[in-house]
């Protein structure tokens, strides 16, 4: 079957990634591994950022990036439904879809958790999630320093990124390429990754960049946000998380506009 792009209209594309964040949330409290299991790319990184506030712990002192993968919440989905009555009543927010590429916030009465989903082999799928977000206060101070952390990422300033930062994007596997000549890959799309490390080889810090910026949502802990260039013509979205008392870029989901992709 042909490769299907998000090409269907918005109101269909919004109710195909709402649909999948639905099944993300719900799953666990029916405890339905399966359905879990059909709302996530295979690859994804579940991430929360935690105090190392036990002396038995291994990491040093200061707060520590925890990372579930799709195996892991699968298997921890297998366990007996949360009773009807206990489950926390929920909203589900679109907050902005570029091309095959979507955010999403899920909102409860004192948390929240923000998505990065992507289409991948024509069915919406969650890539990236930001959890342990409190609805709690916020400052003036922290409102700047996320604009500081999203504006720096515009601006290619490595000093923004979290050291285990994930730069991700689906697409399809095109061989023979220079970037990717690997033939073993099966047909399909693939999810290609750039580490902290990786993308801060790349940047050279720009003094006036072309580019938009969104804050779409902040809680006290983390915020979610969209960087546009108007240069490279591509979208990045953002989840920024408050770690060791400074904020910092965790994960990114991109995508290029459709007429600017190589055949």
Not at 108 to 116: D, K, N, R, V
Not at 133 to 159: H, M, P
Request: contains cysteine.
């Amino acid at each position: 079957m042909a490769h299907r792009r998000a090409t269907e209209g918005p109101v269909q594309a919004d109710a195909a990634i709402r649909q999948a964040a639905l099944d993300y949330w719900e799953s666990w409290g029916e405890g339905n591994p399966d359905r879990m299991e059909q709302a996530l790319h295979p690859d994804l990184a579940k991430r929360i950022v935690r105090p190392n506030d036990s002396p038995s712990n291994p990491w040093p002192p200061g707060d520590f990036l925890f990372e579930l993968s799709a195996m892991s919440l699968i298997q921890w989905t297998d366990h007996q439904p949360i009773p009807v009555e206990e489950r926390e009543a929920f909203e589900i927010v679109v907050l902005d879809r570029f091309e095959d590429i979507a955010s999403v916030k899920i909102a409860t009465s004192g948390g929240a958790e923000y998505l990065h989903l992507a289409l991948r082999n024509g069915r919406w799928v969650v890539v990236n999630v930001l959890w342990g977000l409190r609805q709690g206060r916020r400052s003036e101070a922290d409102d700047a320093a996320i604009e500081t952390a999203v504006r720096g990422y515009a601006c290619s300033d490595r000093r923004v990124l979290h050291p285990e930062l994930a730069k991700r994007t689906v697409g399809p596997v095109r061989v023979p390429s220079p970037e990717w000549p690997s033939p073993a890959w099966p047909p399909g799309d693939k999810l290609y990754q750039l580490s902290a490390l990786g993308l801060g080889q790349q940047l050279q810090l720009q003094e006036e960049p072309g580019y938009g910026v969104t804050i779409y949502d902040r809680v006290e802990n983390g915020a979610s946000a969209k960087v546009d260039s108007l240069i490279h013509v591509y979208v990045d979205y953002l989840h920024i998380a408050k770690w060791n008392d400074e904020w910092f870029v965790v994960n990114v989901l991109w995508a290029l506009r459709q007429e600017v992709r190589p055949a």
